[in-house]
């Protein structure tokens, strides 16, 4: 049996005791270590809350959520709240705008720093954070707003590397970012989960889930609509449109290549269906 990293029960969530709609409602979740998810889900549907508990930046209004062996629940105290977020590193939208410091080095050295490591650990925790980003070693004395933008994301995603957490958040992290910004950071992100991180990744864009997931979590007005693979929540377009979902690209480009008589293997990666769709029109040459 997968070990969990990540088990919520019966959670509720309220931001004030006069508020008239929980921004969750009886959630119950199991995220088993080492997995990729995507958290999806129209704005407002409690996607950020869900991982703001996770992260230990708040307690549960009712129920617990256990990550790794730390349980929390509305009666958790600040330390216990800490505790879990030993575990978890949360990447924030547009996180480069909390850079502070005058080189890369120190800004990824902060955390490790305040967590009282050693001069050698935290010099190997910066060490080893540029080498997941995809950062040269050169760059650790560069300030880091003499960088592009793509490269300012990535160090500030380095900062939170460099404590090591066995799950990391992310929250729209390509967001504003260009195409072959947005292809590296996900590359990374993916080189990740490979070497065992579990991801959690909040984002609107289905082909990232596509691509990258092994879970899908679909929230919808404070639920948890449906836990699946990428694979049986994107075969049900009436789910999708209920839920204020788009298709994968692939997905739908083969739905209208159907339309029109060009019957091609499914697939949610654009890779594979240009592969495909080469394929088909090569044998047609041949024929």
Known sequence: MAQSAI?????????SAIAAHPALKDLNLTIEAGSFVGIVGHTGSGKSTLVSL???????????????????????????????????????????????????????????????????QIQQAVHDALDLVGLPQSMAQRSPFALSGGQ??????????????????????????????TNQLLANVAQLHAQG????????????????????????????????????????????????LNLPAAVEINRQLRQVGVELPPTMKMADLADRLAARLGGQKNE
Do not use: C
């Open 7 to 15: 088990v919520i029960k019966n959670v509720g969530f309220t931001y």
């Open 54 to 120: 996770i992260d230990g930046l708040t307690r549960p209004t009712s129920g617990t959520i256990q990550v790794g062996p730390v349980v929390v629940s509305a009666n958790s105290s600040a330390k216990e709240l800490a505790a879990l977020r030993q575990h978890v590193g949360y990447v924030f939208q547009f996180p480069e705008q909390q850079l502070f410091a005058e080189t890369v080095a120190e800004d990824i050295a902060f955390g490790p720093t305040n967590l009282g490591w050693s001069d050698d």
């Open 152 to 181: 300012m994301r990535r160090v500030a995603i380095a900062g939170v590397l460099a404590m090591r957490p066995a799950i990391l958040i992310l929250d729209e992290p390509t967001a504003g970012l260009d195409a072959a910004s």
């Open 197 to 244: 991180t579990t991801i959690l990744l909040i984002t609107h864009q289905m082909d990232q889930v596509a691509q990258y997931a092994d879970q899908v979590v679909v929230m919808n007005q404070g639920h948890l609509v449906k836990a699946a693979p990428p694979q049986e929540i994107f075969a049900d377009p009436d789910f999708l449109v209920a839920n204020h």
